[in-house]
């Protein structure tokens, strides 16, 4: 079953008021997105002016033209002076239907969180090779980056807590051990410059294409559970 609701029309080019533009638009009972529909909700919280809500009823459905999901209101509530049709809507999504939504919210969430990773990657950390490209130290400075450590930027009213980033000047290294009494490796000539003034140069291999599909595929999973009615099979 489709969508039938109410929506505003151009009225006829005949009526002088619709050439004029003046309320040249009419409010008609539509009904569409046949086999399209993929959940209902009732009594949707809606605003109907700056500071007045009602609620209504509205059909979750897939459309093929815009290439993603719209929300129809069919049926308005508690707000008598507005929108009062009462249209009617029940889930009738296609197998097909459901395929390019489920399509749509993958490659939504694999867009979201491939720029989370990399966003992420792009943040200079132990291990990435990073470049000073502004700043009054050490610009122009390419090398590993060997720890971070927050401190004080500015001073005054003004102070803030950024990150600064050690990166090694060579491959010297000493023994030392750490609280626990673990040995590491650690580099003895380092330039501590503050991270905004540096820019990961490695960031890529640091994103995990397989992790951020998994993000991708999960979430894809949680929204088809929850924004999807299930179909109810009438016995023939």
Same mark, same amino acid.
């Given at each position: ?11 006829d080019?005949?009526?002088v ?10 409010? !008609? ?5 046949? +086999?399209?529909?993929? &959940?209902?909700? /009732? %009594?949707? *919280?809606?605003?109907v $002016? ?9 059909a979750?459905?897939w ?10 209101g069919?049926a ?10 009462t249209g ?9 239907v ?5 399509a ?12 989370e990773?990399?966003? !992420? ?5 132990? +291990?990435?090779?990073? &470049?000073?490209? /502004? %700043?009054r *130290?050490?610009?122009? $400075?390419?090398?590993p ?51 905004r ?13 397989l ?14 559970r ?11």
């Open positions: 079953m489709p969508v039938t609701s109410s929506v505003s029309v151009l009225k080019a005949s009526d008021r619709a050439l004029t533009g003046f309320s040249g638009y009419e409010r !008609k009972m539509l009904t569409r997105y046949a +086999g399209a529909v993929l &959940k209902i909700n /009732k %009594g949707v *919280t809606v605003q $002016m700056s500071d007045i809500w009602g609620s209504e009823d509205q979750f459905c459309d093929d033209t815009l290439g993603r999901p719209v929300v129809i069919f308005g509530t508690e707000y008598s002076y507005s929108r009062t049709d009617h809507a029940e889930v009738d999504y296609t197998p097909e459901l395929a390019k939504y489920e749509y919210l993958f490659q939504h969430y694999l867009t979201k969180f491939t720029d990773a990399i966003s !992420k990657a792009q943040v200079p950390a132990r +291990g990435k090779t990073v &470049k000073v490209y /502004k %700043g *130290t050490a610009k122009g $400075m390419v090398g980056a060997v720890g971070t450590f927050e401190s004080s930027y500015r001073a005054g009213w003004r102070t803030n807590i950024e990150l600064k980033v050690g990166i090694a000047k060579d491959d010297e290294t000493v023994t030392v051990n750490r609280r626990d009494g673990t040995p590491y490796e650690k580099h003895v000539n380092v330039e501590w410059v503050w991270a003034n540096v820019e990961v140069l490695d960031y890529e291999k640091h994103v995990d294409p992790y951020v599909a998994w993000q991708a595929k999960r979430n894809t999973v949680y929204d088809l929850a924004k999807v009615a299930a179909q109810v099979k009438v016995a023939a």
